[in-house]
């Protein structure tokens, strides 16, 4: 298992003795996903938490029309969850899918709360990361009101500046809140 990448994502937050992650990488699991493959389908209930090593992922809802609702994308370093699900024990509203073939480390919600018992200092991580959901869904909410599409566009790619090259423009549209066809014209400009 290769984990040097969540090694670094995690010291960025928490030092973990060697002993300590030895003891947590022990609780993930390597999950291989092809293009096109789920993490999660709509209508289950997540159980887990997973660091991407590699590939891309998106968060999306199916429209009673058939079309596809963008609501987020994940990125090598990010951790993929449907946290309302997962921690409400409900049935999900989304859909998380590879959009390219991804590397995976999955914790499931039985391993984590073994971890934070076992490794207190990882609720620490835990808080962290679910404050660092909410304010990346927050201010996606208060964006899609006060920003004009050109200006959520130019955002995104600030901060993805990869975007472009690995996840279809439809999708990138689709979570701008525009058209396909106001993306082509944007990024005319």
Not at 43 to 71: M, P
Not at 124 to 145: N, P, T
Request: proline share 3%; with cysteine.
């Amino acid at each position: 298992m290769n984990s040097d990448l969540l090694k670094r994502s995690t010291e960025a937050i928490i030092s973990l003795s060697e002993a300590e992650w030895q003891q947590l990488l022990e609780l993930f699991e390597v999950r291989i996903l092809k293009k096109n493959d789920y993490f999660l389908k709509e209508g289950e209930v997540c159980t887990s938490i997973a660091f991407i090593n590699r590939g891309t992922l998106i968060y999306y809802k199916l429209q009673d029309s058939g079309n596809e609702a963008t609501t987020d994308f994940a990125f090598p370093g990010d951790w993929v969850t449907d946290n309302r699900s997962r921690l409400s024990h409900n049935p999900s509203y989304i859909h998380i899918k590879a959009i390219d073939d991804c590397e995976l480390l999955v914790i499931s919600n039985n391993n984590l709360n073994y971890a934070y018992q076992q490794i207190p200092k990882l609720e620490k991580l835990g808080r962290i990361l679910i404050e660092q959901a909410f304010v990346k869904i927050a201010q996606h909410s208060i964006d899609l009101q006060t920003l004009t599409a050109g200006q959520r566009y130019e955002k995104l790619l600030h901060e993805h500046p990869e975007i472009v090259q690995q996840v279809p423009l439809y999708h990138i549209a689709n979570f701008l809140g525009i058209a396909p066809k106001s993306l082509s014209r944007i990024r005319g400009k």
